[in-house]
């Protein structure tokens, strides 16, 4: 496979996590034949020094790549900003790029389908991003890919032509989105991605992935996803930004290879409707949750 879409990962204060992600990353068929770009964080406070170091020891001194290039930042950027800096600087030289957080495990596989989804898809302007993860839904009958509005950042591809429409602009989300709007943001209603909007607003988060899902949405484009995932995200144990402690998104990662689909580009909808069933039964779970936590809490 000629002219491989270059991979950027994400680090910052997790040795285990980025190790992890690194050593399934070198089992995957093209690692050798492609070109990564590691974007190390430096630290925000002083506990977080030595871990930022250990990471930066180690990704010193990884191999198994055609070339590696690695970027330390000399002040801590925070993820949102060193995302949304290095996909911007990375795919407006390349023209397509791969992206990885430093607690992602993937399949063997992984690099083959985004490189396959980036050629295959790369004049269906209706498609906007290529999806590594996938739901812990029933696959049957979903074909080994399937196309829909929601954007999933575990692992992910996108080209210099669709990501120059990304924007962070809370004000303008929240001034032009109309109800109807939000409410098919939010999968009729299934989850509410727009509160990720409004904490943003009120400074209480700082994230990037919902802009560029807003900027899909607001475009009516389309995401790839595999139907049996094939990244495992290893870090929702309390110790990355954003990542509370989980396993509702949990799924075995398919170590198999991917066929993409030639149907009409249109959103699945069987998909979607398995997802927004994940997301109602996770309520109804969490809120069992909440209740038994403060049960035991109270004895």
Request: glycine share 4%; with cysteine; hydrophobic share 40%.
């Amino acid at each position: 496979m000629k002219d491989l879409a270059s991979i950027v990962l994400f680090t910052y204060n997790r040795p285990w996590h980025t190790r992890q992600t690194i050593e399934a990353l070198q089992q995957n068929v093209l690692a050798a034949e492609s070109e990564l770009f590691i974007y190390s964080d430096a630290s925000k406070d002083k506990k977080s020094i030595e871990k930022v170091k250990e990471v930066r020891s180690y990704i010193n001194t990884i191999k198994g790549f055609k070339k590696i290039t690695i970027i330390e930042r000399e002040k801590n950027w925070g993820l949102a900003d060193s995302i949304i800096d290095g996909v911007t600087s990375i795919v407006n030289k390349y023209g397509k790029i791969i992206v990885l957080e430093d607690d992602l495990v993937t399949s063997p596989y992984f690099l083959k389908f985004m490189n396959e989804a980036l050629d295959f898809y790369k004049d269906k302007k209706k498609v906007w991003h290529i999806s590594g993860w996938n739901y812990p839904i029933d696959t049957n009958g979903l074909g080994d890919v399937f196309l829909w509005r929601l954007m999933n950042c575990w692992g992910w591809a996108t080209w210099a032509d669709r990501w120059k429409y990304f924007e962070k602009n809370t004000d303008s989300l929240i001034k032009n989105f109309s109800k109807e709007q939000i409410t098919r943001f939010n999968l009729d209603g299934a989850d509410n991605f727009w509160k990720q909007v409004l904490a943003n607003k009120n400074g209480k988060m700082n994230t990037w992935a919902i802009y560029w899902y807003a900027s899909i949405f607001i475009k009516d484009g389309l995401c790839v996803n595999p139907s049996k995932t094939l990244v495992k995200n290893v870090g929702n144990d309390e110790t990355g930004v954003n990542c509370p402690l989980t396993k509702m998104f949990d799924s075995d990662i398919n170590i198999q290879e991917i066929k993409l689909a030639h149907d009409d580009i249109i959103e699945n909808a069987t998909a979607l409707e398995r997802v927004k069933n994940f997301y109602k039964n996770q309520r109804h779970y969490n809120l069992k949750w909440l209740i038994n936590y403060f049960i035991k809490k109270c004895l």
